[in-house]
Nanobody, 123 residues
Framework: VQLQASGGGLVQAGGSLRLSCAAS????????MGWFRQAPGKEREFVAG????????GYPDSVKGRFTISRDNAKNTMYLQMTSLKPEDTAVYYC?????????????????WGQGTQVTVSS
């Protein structure tokens, strides 16, 4: 599975961004996907996860209500809509996938990592 993330950039606090992740190499609808992020000097952390069909989604408390994960299996693409962005959301965001079709939230459950896309939120 190859994953290509895009959509990062610089935005002011309170603004919005939408990240996209294009996948190739396997039947897209057969695997769960998710987003992780890593800020400078911090551990890589879970941001959002979605199962193969999009019927199960999960978020940590830090982004719940502000971020929305979705997927379009016909387009082999996953999205992360981010609203009400805060400076503490600044990080490199990574698109991920797992061989399992079930939702996941732990780093050790990830089988594939895409390259990161930088999100910078200015105050």
């Amino acid at each position: 599975v190859q994953l290509q993330a895009s959509g990062g950039g610089l935005v002011q606090a309170g603004g919005s961004l939408r990240l996209s992740c294009a996948a190739s190499g396997r039947t897209f609808s057969s695997y769960a996907m998710g987003w992780f992020r890593q800020a400078p000097g911090k551990e890589r952390e879970f941001v959002a996860g979605i199962n193969w069909s999009g019927s199960v989604k999960g978020y940590p408390d830090s982004v719940k209500g502000r971020f929305t994960i979705s997927r379009d299996n016909a387009k082999n693409t996953m999205y992360l809509q981010m609203t009400s962005l805060k400076p503490e959301d600044t990080a490199v965001y990574y698109c991920t996938a797992a061989d399992s079709s079930y939702y996941y939230a732990r780093r050790d459950e990830v089988d594939y990592w895409g390259q990161g896309t930088q999100v910078t939120v200015s105050s």
